[in-house]
């Protein structure tokens, strides 16, 4: 069963905002620390940049994505780098197939949250892992602003969800950044590998589904299952944004 919603933002997002090879492979080789894998899985693949650059890493690349229009944008970006150690796969990660498993390093960034049962998709990452393998896990960390973000989430998706509306919202935020900026005489804090404020804010206010959790939280998850677990990175890099973190966690040989 794919979850439609979150395919239809996606068939939308990702054709229209590829984001730079350059940056995505610099803070992906920031937070990956090994250099030569066997089989990597991109969990969530998107746009495909991600991929490419792990086919960089491994031998083969599994990219598996609920999107097609995604995927199709991943397979041209795949072409675009002459990689052909990718293969690309329509799967919803909540019902991953059995065969996507034995994995020696797992990808899957900003992506498990956006699922209606992220938990599905993070014990199914878990299981697709090899004993000796490594998760690099980017989740929404939650913070006393969540509510207030999922509030206002909720009222755009509801009702400020035609184009023109949408337009809008998305205007209205890029203006209210601008000015912000220009008055505290800061530069603005636009993500290295997107093109405008307005695809920001849509990736940030119009996803279908959104969890936020505590670094601890998912710690103890990895932990109870088996890996060794460690937070890599709170509140920084790739985005700049101030709400993502990343776990990296290595699955023990008895697990
Ligand atoms: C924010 S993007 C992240 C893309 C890429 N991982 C990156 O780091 O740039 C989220 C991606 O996850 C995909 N996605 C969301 N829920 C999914 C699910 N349940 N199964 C498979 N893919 C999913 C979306 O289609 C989208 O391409």
Redesign the pocket.
């Not at 991109?42 to 746009?47: F, V």
């Not at 598996?64 to 999107?67: F, N, Q």
């Given at each position: 069963m794919i979850?439609l919603d979150?395919?239809e933002?996606?068939d939308e997002?990702?054709p229209k905002h590829v984001?730079i090879y350059e940056k995505?492979k610099a803070y992906m080789l920031e937070t990956i620390t090994e250099r030569q894998v066997g089989r990597a899985l991109?969990?969530?693949?998107?746009?495909g940049?991600?991929s490419v650059v792990l086919s960089e890493l491994a031998d083969t690349v599994t990219a598996?994505?609920?999107?097609t229009d995604?995927l199709a944008t991943a397979r041209e970006q795949a072409a675009r780098f002459g990689r052909g150690n990718i293969s690309f796969h329509h799967?919803?990660?909540?019902t991953l197939a059995p065969e996507f498993r034995a994995f020696d390093l797992v990808?899957?960034?900003?992506?498990?949250m956006?699922?209606p049962d992220p938990m599905k998709?993070m014990h199914n990452l878990m299981r697709a892992t090899a004993p000796g393998g490594t998760v690099y896990l980017?989740l929404y960390l939650k913070t006393w602003l969540s509510p207030v973000h999922q509030g206002v989430r909720h009222f755009c998706r509801r009702f400020m969800n035609t184009p023109r509306r949408k337009k809008l919202v998305l205007d209205f935020f890029a203006g209210l950044t601008n000015l912000v900026c220009r008055l505290r005489g800061q530069e603005i804090n636009r993500r290295d590998d997107n093109v405008s404020i307005q695809a920001q804010v849509d990736?940030w206010y119009y996803?279908p589904y959104k969890t936020f959790y505590s670094i601890e939280e998912i710690l103890d998850l990895f932990r109870r299952n088996g890996f060794e677990a460690s937070c890599i990175q709170d509140r920084l890099g790739?985005m700049k944004s101030a709400t993502i973190f990343v776990v990296r966690a290595v699955k023990q040989a008895q697990a």
């Open positions: 979850d979150t395919k933002f996606y997002f990702w984001p995505t991109d969990a969530g693949c998107g746009h940049i991600c598996v994505d609920l999107s995604s799967q919803d990660l909540q990808w899957c960034w900003g992506v498990a956006m699922a998709v980017g990736d996803p790739r």
